[in-house]
């Protein structure tokens, strides 16, 4: 029952980022680029997203399991440490370079041409080198 709620999730998700333009890389683009020719419409995705995520939080923090049976896990750390102010700062980048983060990638991975593609490839490399460039990291700042 999990995978098919995921599943189902999944693709209602993947469908909001098409309906909305999330993966249309020159929209998104518009988007960022407050200093010229700004396109405010992905604002009203933002706040779509918002505020079905807030109401989920509340409800969720009234209850002990999910309703598929799962134990929600501890929230989040608060504090803002140098590794989530360098991934943010990437992430960021990516995103104004590229018109592109993680889940529209996912969604235009069969439309997106070779540069979609490229992206995409070069997503899961990042993703993949993260853990062991931490722990190289890491012990050098110790």
Known sequence: ????????????????????????TLKVQAWLDVFG????????????AILPMAI?????????????????PAPA???????LAIGS???GAGWGLSGLCPGPAMASA???GLG???FLLSMAAGMKAAVPVRR???PAQS
């Open 89 to 91: 700062v990437l992430f």
């Open 116 to 118: 979609g593609l490229i």
């Open 1 to 24: 029952m999990r995978q098919v709620i995921a599943f189902l999730a999944g693709g209602v998700f993947g469908t909001g980022l098409l309906i909305s333009g999330m993966t249309n």
């Open 110 to 112: 069969t439309f997106g």
């Open 37 to 48: 020719d700004w396109d405010p419409t992905l604002a009203f995705v933002m706040g779509g």
């Open 56 to 72: 989920a939080w509340r409800i969720a923090a009234r209850r002990k399991i999910s309703a598929v049976g799962t134990v929600f």
């Open 77 to 83: 750390d608060l504090k803002i440490d140098p590794k």
């Open 136 to 138: 190289w990291i890491e």
